[in-house]
């Protein structure tokens, strides 16, 4: 279900006019629907029904406080990669034993947070990592749930930037030095090995890359004899940006786990971000000026690339609507830019666009994963407002960052 669509001629969120709320909040700003979150996770949890996973939400996709408690209400754990994330998961009131910790720079601080904090699993990316663990956890009087996290050399055709299961990319350990650890862990007095994690990267839509991880993780089971409690099987479930982009199957996804589960007695763990958070949320952006050159239309908008980064840094693709349509359609060669100084600050090409001037609004669509949590102070801009729609109603879930602070540092 589409919860943010065009109603008539009017973008709409839930039951609002995306235009009313441009009366009422200063743009730009990102607007959410609380039911197309509500329902994205439901519709995850759904197709994973039968194994009943722990779905940790990946809270870099988006760290908004309200957004994290509205998904702790409804039964999600969360996936943090920094102090800041895990302070901020238990603040919104996620329970700990629902909280991996993953990343491959865990600091001396970091370490000692988490296993005070009692989160389920620490996921370890490095045999120095494991000792550090090990150490910090007897100067504490503990004994710590670590999970390894393997780098399974197998890259899920995605963005290169976006891409972390090939054997060149820092993240995790591979086959070998993956099993030569699990031996060494036993050795080890004050930590305790109880997951096998794995992330191969993000904006997956093929479940082909998903099963290969798979049967590599058998391949280590059956070297190690370990049955792990915890098979953590990270996120990368994409979502469709545009029409082209191929839809990722989830319940074809949800029959390979179920077929690999099948006669273990291990808990599947996901960490999806952009499946959830992706397409809950447009940026709300006034056009500022349109300027004629030789060949092109440049429309500039008041929402630039430190408000939504993906398309500088990742030449991703975001859809642009108008709040309103009408039925005027221009012909040419429109390039939907911000206001930032570089020319990567450009979000949009576009050969035809229904008929605007300046001063109207439009809406970068599916924003809602790694959107604003990219964003960035960059130009000395403020950060921008986020609201959240829920029926016909709404709320500020973020206040635009104010001037005065940004120019006292
Ligand atoms: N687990 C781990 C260990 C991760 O590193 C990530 C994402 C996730 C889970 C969540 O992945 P998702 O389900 O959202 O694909 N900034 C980029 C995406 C970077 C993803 C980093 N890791 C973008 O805007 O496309």
């Known amino acids: 279900m589409n919860y943010i669509k065009f109603s ?6 839930e039951k609002m006019s995306a235009l009313s709320l441009t009366k009422k909040y200063k743009t730009p700003f990102y607007c959410y629907s609380l039911a197309q979150l509500k329902s994205n996770f439901y ?4 197709a994973f029904k039968q194994i009943k996973p722990l779905i940790c939400f990946s809270v870099k996709s988006n760290s908004n406080f309200h957004l994290l ?8 754990g969360a996936d943090v990669v920094s102090a800041g994330e895990l302070l901020k998961a238990i603040k919104a009131g996620i329970q700990t034993k629902k909280i991996v910790f993953s990343g491959v ?3 001396n601080e970091e370490i000692k947070l988490a296993i005070a904090k009692k989160v389920l699993l620490i996921n370890m990316e490095s045999e120095s990592e494991a000792n550090l663990i090990n150490k910090i956890s007897k100067k504490m009087s503990r004994i710590t749930s670590v999970g390894i996290r393997l780098n399974p050399n197998i890259i899920g055709k995605t963005n290169k930037k976006i891409s972390t299961g090939g054997k060149d990319d ?29 992330h191969i990267g993000s904006q997956i839509t093929n479940t082909k890359p998903f099963k290969n991880v798979l049967s590599v993780i058998d391949g280590i089971i059956k070297k190690t004899k370990i049955n792990f409690k915890f098979i953590d099987l990270g996120g990368g479930m994409g979502i469709s940006y545009s029409k082209k982009d191929k839809k990722l199957n989830l319940n074809q996804y949800a029959k390979i786990v179920n077929k690999f589960i099948k006669n273990k007695k291990t808990k599947i763990i996901f960490e999806p971000g952009r499946f959830i958070a992706g397409n809950t949320s447009i940026l709300v952006s006034k056009i500022i000026y349109i300027k004629k050159s030789d060949k092109k239309t440049f429309i500039i908008l008041d929402a630039g690339m430190n408000d939504l980064l993906r398309p500088a840094l990742y030449n ?23 206001p930032i100084c570089e020319s990567s600050d450009k979000f949009l090409v576009q050969k035809t666009f229904s008929k605007i001037r300046e001063g109207d609004y439009v809406g970068i669509t599916d924003v809602g994963a790694y959107g604003m949590s990219l964003a960035s102070n960059y130009n000395t801009r403020p950060i921008i407002a986020e609201v959240l729609v829920h029926g016909s109603g709404h709320k500020l879930i973020r206040k635009r960052q104010s001037l005065e602070s940004l120019i006292n540092n």
Request: with cysteine; proline share 1%.
């Open 316 to 338: 991703a693709h975001h859809n642009i609507v108008p709040l309103v349509k009408n039925n005027k359609i221009m012909k040419g060669n429109f390039e939907f830019v911000g």
């Open 105 to 107: 720079g865990k600091t």
């Open 170 to 198: 820092k993240f995790g350990l591979n086959k070998n030095d993956c099993i030569n650890l699990c031996k060494k862990i036993n050795k080890m007095t004050n930590i305790k090995l109880e997951g096998l994690s794995v």
């Open 8 to 13: 008539k001629n009017n973008l709409s969120v």
């Open 69 to 76: 408690k509205e998904l702790k209400k409804i039964g999600s």
């Open 43 to 46: 519709n995850f949890s759904n």
